[in-house]
């Protein structure tokens, strides 16, 4: 390799990770893994919307993400779930930013139980949060990324998209749908400049987990399954998904990030 190729202009380094004039879509950015995203990304620079059915919640996770970094950030309230509630998040942003760069999809549920306990209403409120909201996030957001040559759409999944756990059905279905969305979108958009990628995280103490958090079934089952044995800190995510984000993952797409210390190794 000659000098020449290690210049700053053929090898930005860090400067691959600069988001400074970005715009930043976080679904289900209010609280949780979400919310951990949506800071990593302001840190970098970035405008970041922080978009919660919960306008309250999501309202002050903007202003803590504001005060903390200096980047602009504010809410949009929306149920990502409705397909007239996207389009007009999706409009409202164009509205204020002029541009949407990177779309996060972190909005999800998890319904935990025996199947036959379950109800078909149940399982189809997790596919329409976590599957529904996904793809129409997406699909809303696209044609605007095109029109630019530039995006980078980072869905949440889960290392429960990829192994299976027992009382799971809803969850598990969905997470497996989002990595097969991620695949097939990533091979889609491959020739304009938008690259579609996931990231499957492993058992983070999220609100999410809490209720299992110290029950006989997360210590056998899920820090059990992990190679490292203990939960996720919620920083441990944050590098993954500033990844994902940025103008770094120029060559991946269609590709899973997992960060759970070590469960899908096994």
């Known amino acids: ?78 149920d990502v779930g409705s397909e007239e509630g996207v389009a007009a998040l999706v409009q ?35 596919q329409r949060t976590n599957v529904e909201g996904t793809w129409l996030s997406c699909r809303a957001v696209i044609p605007h990324m095109i029109s630019l040559g530039y995006g980078r759409i980072c869905n949440i999944a ?24 991620t695949r097939a979108l990533g091979l889609e958009l491959a020739q304009t400049g938008v690259v579609c990628n996931a990231i499957c995280p492993g058992p983070f103490l999220t609100p999410m987990n809490i209720p299992i958090a110290d029950t006989e079934e997360a210590r056998l089952h899920i820090i059990g399954a992990t190679a490292m044995n203990r939960w996720g800190e919620l920083k441990e995510l944050q590098g993954a998904a500033l990844l994902a984000c940025s103008p770094a993952a120029s060559y991946m797409t269609g590709s899973l990030i997992t960060v759970d210390g070590g469960w899908t190794a096994r």
């Open 158 to 181: 889960s290392a429960l998209g990829v192994v299976g756990l027992a009382n799971r059905t809803p969850y598990t279905s969905s997470k497996g749908a989002v990595v097969q969305m």
């Open 92 to 126: 409202q942003v164009l509205d204020r930013t002029s541009r949407i760069d990177i779309l996060v999809n972190s909005a999800g549920i998890n319904i935990r139980g025996p199947i036959h306990q379950l109800s078909l209403e149940q399982f189809r409120e997790v």
């Open 1 to 78: 390799m000659s000098e020449n190729h290690l210049n700053p202009q053929t090898l930005p380094g860090i400067r691959l990770f600069d988001l400074h004039g970005q715009v930043a879509v976080i679904t289900g950015g209010a609280r949780g893994l979400g919310a951990v995203i949506a800071a990593g990304l302001a840190s970098a620079g970035a405008t970041t919307v922080i978009v919660s059915r919960n306008e309250s919640e999501a309202t002050e996770t903007a202003e803590q993400i504001q005060g903390a970094w200096g980047t602009n950030s504010f809410a949009v309230a929306c």
